[in-house]
């Protein structure tokens, strides 16, 4: 099992170009998740999805959609990239069943937004 | 919302010591508490959790304590060695799943 992927793995744009993160897993998992992590700051989430065709917007959703058309993908689009949207995007999957859900991450996504 | 405190930022302990990262949660309906460890351009990974029906959980060197009344949970590494010097994270997460992490401690071990 692969587990989760991201791809990307590195990506540079400039100001108001848009770009599509895709995250992957293959642990039949009914829950995903965005986060960025930045200095100092946590991880904060960005959007969510509780199963396929589902989406919810977590902490900072602003900037950023995301779509979940098959269960094992969730795709994180930026329509207009900004400065403040560098970061290092992390996805995580959990399996959703029960009151306690361990999240797997995947390696991230490095963005550079110039 | 969820908010989650966690202190120290930064720590340095002497190999062999011991190692106590606090954190403090605002929502008492939180009941699960998990605690990731992230090397250097690494990704987060689950070292140890806790659920509220418990109050202490051991793993080898590594152990949570929960204080539910106080809304308050900390991780203890005993002995440490050079390869535990990572950033830790803890969060909280109530029904539904989601996760919300503290800023994160970075742990220096000293040889």
């Known amino acids: 099992n692969a587990g989760v992927t991201q791809t990307p793995k590195f990506r540079v744009l400039k100001t108001g170009q848009s770009m599509t993160l895709l995250c992957a897993q293959d642990?039949?998992?009914?829950?995903m998740y965005w986060y960025r992590q930045d200095p100092g700051m946590g991880l904060r989430l960005i959007h969510y999805?509780?199963?396929?065709?589902?989406?919810a917007k977590g902490e900072v959703p602003d900037g950023y959609n995301v779509s979940r058309l098959k269960k094992q993908n969730f795709l994180l689009g930026l329509e207009s990239a900004a400065p403040s949207q560098t970061s290092v995007y992390f996805c995580?999957?959990?399996?959703?069943?029960?009151?306690?859900?361990?999240?797997?991450f995947g390696p991230g996504t490095r963005l550079t937004v110039l | 919302g969820e908010n989650v405190e966690q202190h120290p930022s930064t720590l340095s302990v002497q190999e062999g010591d011991s190692a106590v990262i606090k954190c403090t949660y605002s929502?008492?309906?939180?009941?699960?508490f998990p605690w990731y460890k992230q090397e250097l351009g690494k990704r987060p990974q689950l070292i140890i959790d806790?659920?509220?029906?418990?109050g202490e959980k051991k793993d080898q060197r590594i152990a949570v304590t929960l204080n539910k009344t106080a809304k308050h949970f900390s991780l203890h590494i005993t002995e440490t060695q050079p390869e535990d010097s990572a950033v830790y994270f803890c969060?909280?997460?109530?029904?539904?799943?989601?996760?919300?992490f503290g800023a994160g401690t970075i742990l220096r071990v000293k040889s």
């Open positions: 929502d008492s309906a939180s009941n699960y």
């Open positions: 969060a909280a997460s109530g029904w539904g799943g989601k996760l919300v």
């Open positions: 995580a999957s959990s399996p959703g069943t029960g009151v306690y859900n361990e999240q797997f």
């Open positions: 999805s509780v199963g396929e065709g589902t989406t």
């Open positions: 642990m039949n998992h009914e829950y």
């Open positions: 806790i659920r509220s029906n418990v």
